[in-house]
């Protein structure tokens, strides 16, 4: 678990840091409005914020690369039923009953 967590924690991390500097490159903190009213008070609140925000979506888009990157054992070993495996050439393979 140690293991999938700094997979998943590292390299958002990294790219949370280098969207969050592109994003506040283009844009100032302070003139972010939303119905006339400054988004945020201070330029660091805005950077903090940017910053988490950002390596909770690039989290959990690591989580999920590794979530779908597993292999066809560990999906299927939890697979309540024996599958049948066909005998003969013409039959097909079925759930056991």
Not at 9 to 34: C, K, Q, Y
Not at 83 to 90: C, Q, T, W
């Amino acid at each position: 678990m140690k293991l999938k967590s700094i997979l998943i924690l590292w390299p958002s991390f990294v790219v949370a840091g280098i969207l969050n500097s592109l994003f506040f490159a283009v844009f100032d903190p302070l003139e972010l409005i939303v119905n006339g009213e400054p988004v945020f008070s201070s330029r660091v609140l805005a950077y903090s914020v940017g910053f988490f925000v950002c390596w909770v979506f690039t989290s959990l888009s690591s989580g999920l690369t590794l979530f779908f990157e597993r292999d066809r054992e560990q999906v299927n070993k939890y697979c309540p039923m024996p599958i049948r495996k066909p005998d003969a050439e013409g039959e097909q393979g079925s759930l056991a009953h």
